[in-house]
T-cell receptor, first 111, second 113 residues
Framework: DSGVTQTPKHLITATGQRVTLRCSPR?????VYWYQQSLDQGLQFLIQ???????AKGNILERFSAQQFPDLHSELNLSSLELGDSALYFC??????????FGPGTRLTVT | DQQVKQNSPSLSVQEGRISILNCDYT??????FLWYKKYPAEGPTFLIS?????DKNEDGRFTVFLNKSAKHLSLHIVPSQPGDSAVYFC????????????FGGGTRLMVKP
């Protein structure tokens, strides 16, 4: 158990809809990272927050957004969903080190 | 442009033998590398790391070797056990982007009893 929790574990929704994925980092970790794992793209970095502020952005679509709240949990919002957004979404947290600890992921299926 | 590559999508090894997983990188700015193990339906689990100031780091059955001139690292598992069967990813943090991890495509290791 990494100490990082993600909800929900599975999500099935229709094209055009909007969903919110939630992540609680390990106790004391200020950094939260979001990654997407799809079959053809591997693990791709989306966005990072540090203590409530956006720190780095990867190949995140404009339809996607995230935030980190004062209690350090983070949410990833995906809107106008397309079939190609079906993937595993992982959240990871880190203290002031290179090692990131991953949650169990949310499997999103868009139908 | 893949900055971190794992050219072997799969590897099959007999229990008790050595497993060697390889990883190549192109970005000479990378100075730290990590290996993660991933079981189905779980998130990646941190396994072992190495800084570029070292050429070897060992933790129990797991040893990572780094060859900076060749931009190559490898993970050795000795002896391999059936429970080691998983997908292994190498990754490198980008110091200029909040230490986001750039991952290789992964190698699926199968250890046969």
């Amino acid at each position: 158990d990494s100490g990082v929790t993600q909800t929900p574990k599975h999500l099935i929704t229709a094209t055009g809809q909007r969903v919110t994925l939630r992540c609680s980092p390990r106790s004391g970790d200020l950094s939260v990272y979001w990654y997407q794992q799809s079959l053809d793209q591997g693990l791709q970095f989306l966005i990072q927050y540090y203590n409530g502020e956006e720190r780095a952005k990867g190949n995140i679509l404009e339809r996607f957004s995230a935030q980190q709240f004062p209690d350090l949990h983070s949410e990833l919002n995906l809107s106008s969903l397309e079939l190609g957004d079906s993937a595993l979404y992982f959240c990871a947290s880190s203290a002031n080190s290179y090692e990131q600890y991953f949650g169990p992921g949310t499997r999103l299926t868009v139908t | 442009d893949q900055q971190v590559k794992q050219n072997s999508p799969s590897l099959s090894v007999q229990e008790g033998r050595i497993s060697i997983l390889n990883c190549d990188y192109t970005n000479s700015m990378f100075d730290y590398f990590l290996w993660y193990k991933k079981y189905p339906a779980e998130g990646p689990t941190f396994l072992i790391s190495i800084s570029s100031i070292k050429d070897k780091n060992e933790d129990g059955r797991f040893t990572v070797f780094l060859n900076k001139s060749a931009k190559h690292l490898s993970l050795h598992i000795v002896p391999s056990q059936p429970g080691d069967s998983a997908v292994y990813f190498c990754a490198a943090p980008d110091n200029n982007a909040g230490n986001m991890l750039t991952f290789g495509g992964g190698t699926r290791l199968m250890v046969k009893p």
